[in-house]
């Protein structure tokens, strides 16, 4: 069974960072392309951050805000956001890209992130 838990959500201060962390398992996910994605009320929950296999990486954040790293032998997902800024509010789930390379879709609980003074 296929389970991602993401950890490392806070109330954070404009400015500030956190590193989110999501260990994934019940498959070897090596092969898989990760992702982060975020979901805000009133929006789908979108993609954000990409590495691929090979760790080669898919920047959609332009700003370069956003660090996204794997650890394969230890089925580990890590997400930098540096530095923080109120529209990066948002609960943060991990999970394979694309999101049929798995099926059925399988979501954890994600980590809530809280940018505000």
């Known amino acids: 069974q296929v389970q991602f838990v993401e950890s490392g959500g806070g109330l954070v201060q404009p400015g500030g960072s956190l590193r989110l962390s999501c260990i994934a398992s019940?498959?070897?996910?090596?092969?898989?392309?990760m992702g982060w994605y975020r979901q805000t009320p009133g929006k789908q929950r979108e993609l954000v951050a990409t590495i691929q296999p090979d760790a080669s990486l898919d920047w959609p954040d332009r700003e370069g805000r956003l660090t996204i790293s794997r650890d394969t032998t230890k089925n580990m997902l890590y997400l930098q956001i540096s530095p923080l800024k109120s529209e990066d509010t948002g609960v943060y789930f991990c999970?394979?890209?694309?999101?049929?390379?798995?099926?059925?879709?399988?979501w954890g609980q994600g980590t809530q992130v809280t940018v505000s003074s």
């Open positions: 019940g498959r070897d996910f090596s092969r898989y392309g």
């Open positions: 999970n394979v890209v694309p999101l049929d390379a798995i099926s059925p879709t399988s």
